[in-house]
Every structure is written in structure tokens, then in C-alpha cells.
């Protein structure tokens, strides 16, 4: 069964840190792109950015909102996925989903998500 | 980047009535199109891929077409566990979008 389980989240002063981890298991986590999508409180899905695996050079893409900010990352011997968000802003704040993606179109398996919040 | 208009933002039905939602993106993109249904709490679940795959496990009520900028998510026959809110996203280029969704309703 394939489980996606993030962590991490939290109340965070604008200007902060906080570093996301989503542990993977029931698949072959060094197979699959991995995303990241956020919701902001009753709000709608943005997605936020991408890893891609291996053989792809592990390169990533990202949404202009949080490009230079946030940086994804893996490591494929805990099958865990990473973001770290630097510089935080109050309209951070939202529910962070891990995403597994299959083939490079399919956003298939989520997480539960986890709750950021930005504020003083 | 590309835009993706959903429309309506919000749409009251019956059960079994027939629903279409509509997606429309700023420029013209492929089949990498997908329909996601979210529930109050819970994460989104990926309904329809490559604009009309069905997901594995999803009713055969739901079906997506659309080529070009006008996309559409149908559900043949409502039913009561079919009332959430449905979201439409472009693959087709960086960065991936997402429309602003629609939430269906009980009459």
C-alpha cells in the first residue's frame, strides 16, 4: 500500500524556517518524481514545486511564489522527500501536501498533509 | 504561465442530475490535463488523467473530454457522495496550475 506521511509543520515568525519531510513507503520511491501542493485555509490547490528522480538528475522546478525560498530535496536511501522553506511569509500559511507522480502527469498518491503557519 | 478558469465556482444540484464543469486554460495545451475531487479535510484524490482516463476505482458516472483551451469533468448521475469540491490542473508546462475549483452542493 502506498503511504505518504508528512511532517514538520507548524507555527513559524514571518522571516523563518521550517523544514517539511514526507516519508514515503509501499513503492519504489527512487522510480517517481516527487511534488509538493499547498491549500491555504479555505482556499484552492497551488501546487508549489517538483523533484525529479535520478535519472533526471534529480532537477526541480518551482512556483514563482515560492522560487528562491523554498528548495525541494530527497534522500533515497530513507525514501523521504524534503522541503525547506526559508524566508516565510505570512500567505505561506496552508496545509502542505507530499505528492507522488507517475510518469511526469499524474499527481496519483497524497499525503495527508501538513499545517504551516506563518505569523507573529 | 498558464491559467486555468474553472467555471461555475460554485454549482447547486440534485442527486441525479447530470453535472458538467468546465475548465478553460489561457493558451492551448495537450492531453496533459487531470480532474481531482476534494472533500472537507481530506487531501484530493485524482478522479480523470490525460483529460479522459479514468483513475483506477473511480465510478464510470464520471467522465472528462476537451481538447485545446476548453476541458470539461461530467457526472452523469449525481450521488450523495459525489458533493465536494473538484479542481482541474494543467500538466502540459511549468509551472503546474491548478483552477480555482467548484464546489457542488445539495439542493
Known amino acids: 500500500e502506498v503511504q505518504l506521511v508528512e511532517s514538520g509543520g507548524g507555527l513559524v515568525q514571518p522571516g523563518g524556517s521550517l523544514r517539511l519531510s514526507c516519508s514515503t513507503s509501499?513503492?519504489?520511491?527512487?522510480?517517481?518524481?516527487m511534488d509538493w501542493v499547498r491549500q491555504a485555509p479555505g482556499k484552492g490547490l497551488e501546487w508549489v514545486g517538483r523533484?525529479?528522480?535520478?535519472?533526471?538528475?534529480?532537477?526541480?522546478e518551482y512556483a514563482a511564489s515560492v522560487k528562491g525560498r523554498f528548495s525541494i530535496s530527497r534522500d533515497e536511501s530513507k525514501n523521504s522527500l524534503y522541503l525547506q522553506m526559508n524566508s516565510l511569509k505570512t500567505e505561506d500559511t496552508a496545509v502542505y501536501y507530499c505528492v507522488r507522480v507517475l510518469g511526469s502527469s499524474l499527481l496519483d498518491y497524497w499525503g495527508q498533509g501538513t499545517l504551516v503557519t506563518v505569523s507573529s | 504561465d498558464i491559467q486555468l478558469t474553472q467555471s461555475p465556482s460554485f454549482l447547486s444540484a440534485s442527486v441525479g442530475d447530470r453535472v458538467t464543469i468546465t475548465c478553460r486554460a489561457s493558451?492551448?495545451?495537450?492531453?496533459?490535463f487531470a480532474w481531482y475531487q476534494q472533500k472537507p479535510g481530506k487531501a484530493p484524490k485524482l478522479l480523470i488523467y490525460?483529460?479522459?482516463t479514468l483513475q483506477s476505482g473511480v465510478p464510470s458516472r464520471f467522465s472528462g473530454s476537451g481538447s485545446g483551451t476548453e476541458f470539461t469533468l461530467t457526472i452523469s448521475s449525481l450521488q450523495p457522495e459525489d458533493f465536494a469540491t473538484y479542481y482541474c490542473q494543467q500538466l502540459n508546462s511549468y509551472p503546474l496550475t491548478f483552477g480555482g475549483g467548484t464546489k457542488v452542493e445539495i439542493k
Open positions: 509501499g513503492f519504489i520511491f527512487s522510480d517517481h518524481f
Open positions: 490525460a483529460t479522459s
Open positions: 493558451q492551448g495545451i495537450s492531453s496533459s
Open positions: 523533484i525529479k528522480n535520478k535519472a533526471n538528475s534529480y532537477s526541480t
